[in-house]
């Protein structure tokens, strides 16, 4: 568990015990105080008190962002050390592929001393895809603000607005696609709290930065 340095933006503790006692048990299950955690989910007791019912809220918390960042660079080591074999690796411990690939991405951009640990792994991938200094005067913000991922995201979307104000942009080109595709990309917009230009020209930064990345990995580790 994570000792009682992180805390989230209010000073309170999250992903470790926090004066509860971790019980991890045979069967690999692990329980604080009373809530007992399973690889399908809580066993909640009855009655549980609203402070332990909380503190477990921020501790989960944690722990989620924790394995984001801790897949995303397992990921990368083994793509950079065992080339030939870390699918088989992937396949094995049956995870999956394409999400340990968006968590590998957003670890690439940011390394172990760039990472705030008062903002989610969310909130990095928000601004991954931007420029170095840029991804630190949003991650700045947001620490300073306390910003929640959906304000950053607001306020990202603020500054694209004005930014297409202040300089003409390129026009895409008009690519026809069939309406069930269209259509699916408006539904993950919308569920992105985001316009769908705005949600494609983030996909389509976060799959160029992706590709190069990539590439960039596989000249490394071929020397």
């Known amino acids: ?50 402070d332990r019912w909380e503190r477990a809220g921020y501790q989960l918390s944690g722990i989620a962002d924790s394995s984001a960042w801790c897949l995303g660079d397992w990921l990368i080591y083994g793509k950079t050390h065992y080339a030939d074999r870390y699918k088989l690796a992937v396949d094995a411990v049956a995870l999956d592929y394409q999400t340990l690939r968006n968590y590998a991405w957003v670890a690439r951009r940011f390394d172990s001393g760039r990472r705030r640990d008062r903002l989610s792994f969310q909130h990095h991938a928000e601004v991954a895809a931007l420029p170095v200094e840029e991804q630190e005067k949003w991650l700045d913000r947001a620490v300073e603000s306390m910003w929640s991922v959906k304000h950053l995201r607001a306020q990202l979307k603020g500054e694209r607005t ?41 996909m389509l930064d976060r799959a160029a930065a992706q590709t190069l990345d990539g590439h960039a990995g596989e000249r490394q580790a071929g020397r």
């Open 1 to 50: 568990m994570r000792d009682r340095t992180n805390q989230d933006n209010n000073g309170r503790p999250y992903g470790g015990t926090s004066g509860g006692q971790v019980q991890p048990s045979r069967n690999g299950t692990t329980r604080w105080e009373q809530v007992l955690i399973t690889r399908v989910g809580l066993d909640i007791p009855a009655g549980l008190p609203f």
């Open 162 to 202: 004005a930014g297409r104000g202040r300089a003409a942009g390129l026009l895409l080109p008009r690519i026809e696609v069939a309406r069930a595709r269209f259509q699916r990309w408006q539904a993950a917009a919308e569920n992105s709290g985001a316009d769908l230009d705005h949600w494609m020209v983030s």
